[in-house]
Each structure stands twice: as structure tokens, then as C-alpha cells.
């Protein structure tokens, strides 16, 4: 049976969500490999889905020309997308955790939305740009790399200068918080000290050795900012 041209016409539509999905794919494995909440298939199915609503905003109301305006379908497709991206943020431990996911399942849907409207060298240009810029940022190099910030709560006897002991040992100026009780004739200080260096356990060993007014050292979490 011979094709008509309206079947062409599809089939290139077609084509245009098959390239969609595999530039979702390409993104999402970049994502897989840094283990990553949303990976290959939720890309994929993103960049496809916002693919497959620009062609039915572009194409699908053509007989009503002049009643709808075919774009502002393609409009929601931005919106939507944002509840998916809100789902992927959470804020643990005192810090906020999926940001980056979130906002590049956002642009996925601009890549799939680009597809969908026949543009396939920005389409693939942005794929190469998001991807590359996402490998440049996990290169070991301490201008793209964040903070870790480490907390310990340290309990001590506090009765003349022991609380900037404590201060010099875990290089800090101040306490992120401090509780004081008394405990018989000694004051119990428990301060929460939060730094960005790096303290293993042979050197908390060997402060608790060193200095005996120091009761104990608990590791509290790691926070990235």
C-alpha cells in the first residue's frame, strides 16, 4: 500500500520523538553515572513527552487556525515540568539536596520541545552543551568543587582556657551552638563545631588522648554547600 503524503508527513513527526528520546538518553546516562535520583529513562521520557506536546501544539490544531492558539499548549509544558523538578528537591540535613537534577530534567524538556519543533541542530547543540558542561563541573579541581562541611559535637570540662583549646584544635572562632551544665563542681560545656577540614579518626584518637578534659567527640553529619 502506498503511503500518502499526510502518512510522510507523521512518520517524520515520529522521527522527530525517536531523536528526542535518544538526546533525553544521552542526558540521563550522564546523570546514571553520577547516580543520580532521575537517570536515562526519566530523561528520555521527559524530552519525549515535552516532544510529543510541541508537535500536537505546532501541528495538531491545524484546522483551527485563527480560533487557538496552538502555543500556549506548548506553553504548559514549562510549567509542568516544574512539578516534576519540585519532587526531586529535598532539604536534608540542613541543606538542599537535588537542585541540579531538578534543573536538568527542566532543560531535558527544552531539548525534547526543540526536537519536537524540527530544530535539531539546537537540539543536539544543547544536548552536547548540558553534557559537557556537566562533566567540566565533577572535574577534580577545587574552583568547581564544593565545600563539605563537617559537624562535631564535642563534650569537655570547661575551668579556665578550655574552650579556646577546643577552638585551636578544630580551627574555629565560634561555636555553631554551645550548652553549658553544671556537673557537681566542673561546667560541662557540649558545642556543635562546624568546619570544612577534614578529621580522621586517628586524629580525633589522638586529641581525646592528648587531652583528657575532653570527654567525647561525636561526628553530627556531612552538609555540601
Known amino acids: 500500500m502506498q503511503l500518502l503524503p499526510d502518512n510522510l508527513i507523521e512518520l517524520e513527526y515520529v522521527l522527530r520523538m525517536i531523536i528526542a528520546v535518544l538526546l533525553g538518553f544521552a542526558i540521563g546516562t550522564e546523570r546514571k553515572m553520577r547516580f543520580k535520583e532521575a537517570g536515562m529513562r526519566t530523561h528520555a521520557i521527559v524530552s519525549a513527552g515535552a516532544c510529543l506536546f510541541m508537535l ?40 538542599v539536596h537535588g537542585l541540579t537534577t531538578a534543573a536538568g530534567v527542566w532543560i531535558t524538556a527544552g531539548v525534547g520541545m526543540a526536537a519536537g519543533a524540527g530544530m535539531y541542530i539546537v537540539a543536539a547543540s544543547s544536548t552536547a552543551i548540558i553534557i559537557a558542561a556537566q562533566c567540566v563541573m565533577h572535574i577534580n579541581c577545587k574552583f568547581f568543587k564544593n565545600k563539605h562541611y563537617v559537624q562535631l ?31 557537681g563542681d566542673d561546667i560541662v560545656f557540649s558545642v556543635l563545631v562546624r568546619t570544612d577540614k577534614e578529621f580522621d579518626d586517628k586524629f580525633i584518637l589522638e586529641v581525646l588522648q592528648q587531652h583528657p578534659f575532653i570527654q567525647s567527640i561525636d561526628r553530627i553529619d556531612d552538609e555540601v554547600n
Open 56 to 95: 500536537i501544539s505546532k501541528y495538531g490544531f491545524s484546522d483551527m487556525e485563527g480560533k487557538y492558539d496552538g502555543a500556549r499548549l506548548a506553553a504548559q509544558v514549562v510549567s509542568g515540568i516544574g512539578f516534576i523538578g519540585a519532587g526531586m528537591i529535598m532539604y536534608r540535613k540542613q541543606a
Open 153 to 183: 559535637r564535642v563534650v569537655f570540662i570547661n575551668k579556665t582556657d578550655e574552650s579556646d583549646t577546643v577552638q585551636r584544635i578544630f580551627e574555629v572562632d565560634r561555636y555553631v551552638q554551645l550548652d553549658a551544665k553544671k556537673h
